[in-house]
């Protein structure tokens, strides 16, 4: 059964860079999307972007200009870069998988809350 | 970008209503929709995948249906851990969007 586990920084200044990992755990790497989802407190859902293992990738065009994902197969691993933060960006981001047999966010990540505050 | 619309926003009901939620596409996506719950402080958890498929280990008393722009999701008896906020969600094409929610709560 797989499982993701996330971390990063909870706490960044308006301008810079949010960076988020998700570690895959208890399953195959390949053979899926994954996606990063954010919700701003008391709101609802945001996709944010998706990317598989071998780096083809999908973003939100609200957030295209900003957003970068990567994956590092050899650890199991993939990330969110987002740039320029500003205080519209403050809320938990989520990572998720996508298996092709539901084609939907089957397994996600426990979360993280970002704030944006100077 | 499909906008997905869900109705009612919020919804009070009792342990053994049967509940439905409605959720519309801006246009067809065949299928290709998904219907998740979320608790306080919890991620989402997926309940239904392309319209009527029931997720592992979901109870049975969660049902979906519809195809091309309009959608339900069924719940035949209410109990108590089913209060919550339930969102429906398109993979038809990206950006994969999200319903604004619908809060289930006790009457």
């Known amino acids: 059964q797989v499982q993701l586990q996330q971390w990063g920084a909870g706490l960044l200044k308006p301008s810079e860079t949010l960076s988020l990992t998700c570690a895959v755990y208890?399953?195959?790497?390949?053979?899926?999307?994954w996606s990063w989802i954010r919700q701003p407190p008391g709101k609802g859902l945001e996709w944010i972007g998706e990317?598989?293992?071998?780096?083809?990738?999908n973003y939100n065009p609200s957030l295209k200009s900003r957003v970068t994902t990567s994956v590092d197969t050899s650890k199991n691993q993939f990330s969110l870069n987002l740039s320029s933060v500003t205080a519209a960006d403050t809320a938990v981001y989520y990572c998720?998988?996508?298996?092709?047999?539901?084609?939907?966010?089957?397994?996600w990540g426990q979360g993280t809350m970002v704030t944006v505050s100077s | 970008d499909i906008q997905m619309t869900q109705s009612p926003s919020s919804l009070s009901a009792s342990v053994g209503d049967r509940v439905t939620i409605t959720c519309r596409a801006s246009?067809?996506?065949?299928?290709?929709l998904n219907w998740y719950q979320q608790k306080p402080g919890k991620a989402p958890k997926l309940l239904i995948y392309?319209?009527?498929s029931l997720q592992s280990g979901v109870p049975s008393r969660f049902s979906g249906s519809g195809s091309g722009t309009d959608f339900t999701l069924t719940i035949s008896s209410l109990q108590p851990e089913d209060f919550a906020t339930y969102y429906c969600?398109?993979?038809?094409?990206?950006?994969?969007?999200f319903g604004q929610g619908t809060k289930l709560e006790i009457k």
């Open positions: 208890g399953g195959s790497f390949s053979g899926y999307y």
């Open positions: 990317i598989n293992h071998s780096g083809s990738t």
């Open positions: 998720a998988v996508v298996p092709v047999v539901t084609d939907a966010f089957d397994i």
């Open positions: 392309a319209s009527s």
């Open positions: 969600q398109q993979s038809y094409s990206t950006p994969h969007t």
């Open positions: 246009q067809s996506i065949s299928s290709y």
